[in-house]
């Protein structure tokens, strides 16, 4: 139980967030993205699954709505593919990919939730990659013709954009370790992405505002803190150097920092990348910032990730609800963002069906509860938080682990895509229903 008291105000946001490739099949109605090539290579997903229908979510978006109506939502947190918008990422726009978006922004609107849209959540089109991917600088244009596109469709309806979700693992585990689409395993690639990454983010920055007039954007980045496992002083500067890769390198030059200069020499990057003005653009201010958080990493003198011996997710992530805390604490101390949002939290669970499909999720439901008393915690001391989405809606395709590893709020039945709310559905309903004390 917390000590916290509840000072969520009335406009607190209370959302769930999904991605396209993740929720929406459908694949034959858009261009093929870098994980559908992904998918095809035998041993890249654990279960060896793919996208094609995933949770069906396209034929499904009306009933979809209506259980985030029966959840009590006000947002939902969603991204757009690229490849249905343009199936070739530049060029001709698809009109009729960008209806399907069109219509779910009027139907989440009519049921009374704020559509949060992300422009980049991983899926890019396939003949992108072919001309160098976002190791390539003309992949900033690309997006930036993209994301005008979308923004002229939606911007009299959509209030809040988000341009990427989390540019480190677009780049380090797409580029540097070949563990998700496009799978190369490059260092420099890896660097060079995550610089274009940040470019294209701020060159749509100014081009969305001029589309969707008062709109708020922002961009999502994930924190996960590293502490150091024990005393050995190689483990204190493993912690640090990768405490530079995986949080301080994207937030840094956002917030008009630059890039960490310590991580930078570590990393023996010449930033050859990096040209005039780049920085100003990356730099340029946004919104919001959108904080995605699972859990805390300890390390050792190699930089593996170490077992604490404490509860762990089924996806082996140690569940630290204070991580939350601390990563809230530590962005509004160091860099002030006028707003934070939670815009992913969530737990895969070894959920068990009974034989009516119902999961009775209590783990994923104490998850929830103690990360969420940390945001109530957050605000109570000040920190700018503005709203929290729950990862995830639906069960989904967790990238390289296929649908083994379920995140959803609702079980999704492997073979008929039926849905099926879990006890931790209900459970956020409470919770979204009382504004924030969650005590059952
Ligand atoms: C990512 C999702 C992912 C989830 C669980 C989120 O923060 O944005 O794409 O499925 O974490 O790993």
């Not at 396209?20 to 290579?41: H, L, M, V, Y």
């Not at 704020?114 to 899926?123: A, I, N, R, S």
């Not at 990427?164 to 677009?170: C, D, R, V």
């Not at 039945?413 to 009382?434: C, E, G, L, M, N």
């Amino acid at each position: 139980m917390t000590d916290h008291p509840t000072t969520l105000g009335d406009d607190f946001v209370w959302g769930v967030a999904t991605s396209s490739f993740q929720i929406e099949g459908a694949s034959s109605e858009r261009g093929e993205t870098i994980w559908d090539r992904f998918c095809s290579i035998p041993g890249k997903i654990a279960d060896g699954t793919d996208g094609r229908i995933a949770a069906d979510h396209v034929r499904r978006a009306r009933d979809d709505i209506a259980l985030m109506r029966e959840l009590g939502i006000n947002a939902y947190r969603f991204s757009i593919a690229w490849a249905r918008v343009m199936p070739n990422g530049r060029g001709q726009v698809d009109e009729s990919g960008l209806d399907f978006y069109d219509q779910l922004v009027d139907d989440l609107l009519d049921a009374g939730i704020e559509p949060y849209p992300t422009l980049y959540h991983w899926d890019l089109p396939q003949p992108l990659e072919e001309v160098g991917g976002w190791a390539s600088r003309r992949i900033v244009d690309c997006f930036v013709d993209y994301a005008g596109a979308v923004a002229a469709r939606l911007g009299d309806r959509v209030q809040f954009w988000t341009t990427l979700n989390e540019p480190f693992a677009i780049a380090n585990h797409g580029y540097r370790t070949g563990e998700h689409a496009p799978g190369r395993t490059s260092v420099t690639d890896a660097l060079a992405a995550a610089h274009h990454l940040l470019l294209a983010h701020g060159s749509a920055v100014p081009v969305i505002r001029a589309h969707s007039p008062g709109c708020e954007v922002g961009v999502v980045l994930r924190f996960t803190p590293v502490e150091q496992v024990d005393d050995d002083p190689a483990a204190e500067a493993m912690a640090n150097l990768i405490d530079g890769q995986e949080n301080r390198w994207f937030v840094e030059p956002l917030a008009g920092f630059g890039y960490p200069s310590d991580t930078v020499r570590s990393e023996g990057w010449d930033q050859v990348e990096v040209r005039d003005g780049d920085l100003e653009i990356i730099a340029r201010p946004i919104d919001f910032l959108g904080v995605n958080y699972s859990t805390r990493q300890y390390v050792d003198a190699d930089g593996n990730r170490v077992s604490t011996g404490r509860p762990i997710t089924d996806t082996g992530w140690e569940i630290a609800p204070d991580g939350l805390y601390e990563v809230l604490h530590w962005l509004d101390d160091a860099f002030s963002f006028r707003k934070l949002l939670v815009t992913a939290n969530g737990a895969a669970m070894p959920d068990e069906p009974d034989a009516d499909g119902w999961v009775d999720d209590q783990d994923r439901v104490d998850y929830l509860r103690s990360h969420i008393e940390q945001v109530q915690r957050a605000v109570a001391n000040q920190i700018p938080v503005a709203g929290y989405f729950a990862w995830s809606l639906l069960d989904n395709f967790e990238w390289a682990h296929g649908y083994a590893k379920r995140f959803g709020l609702v079980r999704v039945d492997p073979t008929s895509h039926d849905r099926t709310p879990k006890a931790s559905f209900h459970f956020y309903r409470r919770v979204i229903d009382a504004n924030g004390p969650c005590t059952s």
